[in-house]
């Protein structure tokens, strides 16, 4: 099956440093990625859709300049908090839709624990 | 817009008995219907989906889920849970249109916990 992958798993940082989390297809080309947010106890949060080679839509509310999303190839999109903030810790999960798939089809990276301390 | 009701939070149960996790969705279109279970600190599994056809839809570890239109209902059933099963449970639609593809809305997540 489809593999998603993200790393880091977990990740520790001062406030005020930028983080960023990778995202990667390992088996298949993905031509639309998303990049959720997930608050202890609560449902996933779409923050942006990103499409390979263009710029990312982000979901009202989430602030672009600090969440930056880059989806330079078909395997690969990268989530890039800056200026992190304790507010900002968090699970952020990505998901990636397959090339020649149904567009039903996203599968799941494993998630990235954020503490920002 | 749509948008997904995941009527209980938690539900506790005890291991061998059924369990039945309810999913309530609004969308003035028709959508396509999710399970995913997610279990600590990971992602997201499909359990199973519903686009058209056969309203029982089966999906993997022995779930469930029976559509119901009428109703706008999707809840998700197992005959006989394991220790195993215990994780967190989201119920998600997406509309067939939706031109940025892939678009899931989800439900808040149900928290089964089975109990020995």
Partial sequence: GAVVSQHPSRVICKSGTSVKIECRSLDFQATTMFWYRQFPKQSLMLMATSNEGSKATYEQGVEKDKFLINHASLTLSTLTVTSAHPEDSSFYICSARAQGHPNTEAFFGQGTRLTVV | ?116
Avoid at chain 2, 17 to 30: D, Q
Wanted: aromatic fraction near 12%.
């Fill in chain 2, 1 to 116: 817009a749509q948008s997904v009701t995941q009527l209980d939070s938690q539900v506790p149960v005890f291991e061998e008995a059924p369990v039945e996790l309810r999913c309530n969705y609004s969308s003035s279109v028709s959508v396509y219907l999710f399970w995913y279970v997610q279990y600590p600190n990971q992602g997201l599994q499909l359990l199973l989906k519903y686009l058209s056809g056969s309203t029982l839809v089966k999906g993997i570890n022995g779930f469930e889920a029976e559509f119901n239109k009428s109703q706008t209902s999707f809840h998700l059933r197992k005959p006989s849970v394991h220790i195993s099963d215990t994780a967190e449970y989201f119920c998600a639609v997406m509309m067939p249109r939706e031109t940025s593809g892939s678009r899931l809305t989800f439900g808040e997540g149900t928290q089964l916990t089975v109990n020995p």
